[in-house]
């Protein structure tokens, strides 16, 4: 692995930040570990390095190679590795909507207990229709996700402030749709 905790951990950190606060806004992915030539997966790890810490549940969906990632991750960052619906984070490698359907989405008191799902996206990109903090009126972002996934995760946000965060990597940028922000299949 080629990843320096500190420097690498804050430019993906800070690259994060930046796509959390511009919702559907594609944002480069400064470093990866290079811990696999999935260039997703190594993105997606990236991420999970740069933000998983103890005393935090790792759960995955996805094939072995996902599997394979969750365990080297969580073993570097010191994290459980739980079940979807456990997991404070979720590696998802594949079809997303059933891991957005059983991922935590928090209460009206604890909102916060919502998982991030960190999705190392596979597909063609679609439109999807985007409003919330951080967007000027609507917009048009174009995600990786089939309408299965983009119906589950309008129905995982669709009670605010509950829901689940979403950070999709495809191995040169990553892509954040936060619990605040609406979105529905654009036409």
Not at 34 to 63: S, W
Request: charged share 15%.
């Amino acid at each position: 692995m080629t990843w320096d905790p500190v420097h690498d951990s804050r430019s993906v950190f800070v690259a994060c930040m930046r796509a959390m606060c511009a919702p559907g806004t594609p944002i480069e992915l400064p470093s990866r570990p290079r811990i696999t030539p999935v260039a997703e997966l190594d993105g997606a790890a990236a991420v999970l390095l740069a933000l998983l810490d103890r005393g935090l549940a790792l759960g995955v969906a996805g094939g072995e190679a996902a599997h394979g990632i969750t365990a080297t991750v969580a073993g570097t960052c010191g994290a459980a590795q739980g079940d979807i619906e456990d997991s404070d984070w979720v590696l998802v490698h594949g079809p997303a909507a059933d891991a957005i359907s059983r991922a935590r989405r928090g209460s009206r008191l604890t909102p916060e207990n919502g998982a991030t799902l960190v999705i190392a996206a596979t597909g063609a990109p679609v439109p999807v229709a985007l409003t919330g903090p951080g967007i000027a009126g609507t917009t048009t972002a174009h995600v990786a996700l089939d309408t299965v996934a983009v119906h589950a995760l309008a129905a995982a946000n669709a009670a605010p402030p509950c829901g689940v965060d979403v950070l999709m990597v495809d191995g040169e940028c990553l892509i954040a749709l936060p619990r605040s922000a609406s979105l529905k299949a654009a036409a």
